[in-house]
């Protein structure tokens, strides 16, 4: 089944493959776009990284006990480009800007 193309795949036709070469990491602040709970993934809207979303996967949610996020929601996104479906940027680290600090171990 054909579905009409959405103005985001208009805009990512438009502007062509990013211009960082694979693997290039860095660390931004975003908004939660939509997330799937059921699914543990969903994507963060970053104007740095605009027209393209971050894919998040739950396990890169610097949280304990069941990770998700909201909607709309203000995070810090360290992430890296790479070529993965429809996404050209994967989340590796994912805060909540509202959420306290912990320090981590090691």
Known sequence: ?????????????AAGDPPEPLRTEATSVGTVKW???????GAIAC???????????????DASGFRSLTE????????YRLNEGSFRYVAKR?????????????
């Open 1 to 13: 089944m054909h579905r009409e193309k959405r103005p985001d795949d208009i805009a990512r036709e």
């Open 35 to 41: 997330w799937k709970d059921d699914k543990g993934y």
């Open 47 to 61: 104007t740095v990284t605009a027209p393209w979303d971050i894919w998040c996967h739950f396990s890169a949610i």
């Open 72 to 79: 709309g929601e203000t995070v810090t996104v360290e992430y």
């Open 94 to 106: 994912v805060r909540r800007i509202d959420a306290p600090t912990v320090p981590l171990a090691g």
